[in-house]
Nanobody
């Protein structure tokens, strides 16, 4: 059974850091692209970053480049999103999702490419 479970969200001050984790089961990371998405109240879900299953290539939305880093630990079947220099506009529910195969950013940021989703974790950036 495929399952994705996010953790690591919380309340942080502007300029602070958080690391989100996405623990996956039922498949191996080598064959799946894992994407991180976020959805703020009243807004559409948007792609934040993804890591390709085929070669581990990483991609980022312009709004988070230089601040967020995606990585994976195949032994732990876990993907991480390290978020630094957080801003109030980063406040959202963050979701991880899995898509079969490798990826490019055009694919990786498209919610319709993903087959499996986690339940989400809240990130609030506020003073």
């Amino acid at each position: 059974q495929v399952q994705l479970v996010e953790s690591g969200g919380g309340l942080v001050q502007p300029g602070g850091s958080l690391r989100l984790s996405c623990a996956v089961s039922g498949f191996t990371l080598d064959y799946y692209t894992i994407g991180w998405f976020r959805q703020a109240p009243g807004k559409e879900r948007e792609g934040v970053s993804c890591i390709s299953g085929s070669d581990g290539s990483t991609y980022y939305a312009d709004s988070v480049k230089g601040r967020f880093t995606i990585s994976r630990d195949n032994a732990k079947n876990t993907v991480y999103l390290q978020m630094n220099s957080l801003k109030p506009e980063d406040t959202a529910v963050y979701y991880c999702a899995a898509a079969n195969g490798g990826s490019s950013w055009s694919r990786g940021r498209d919610i319709y490419e993903y087959d499996y989703w986690g339940q989400g974790t809240q990130v609030t950036v506020s003073s």
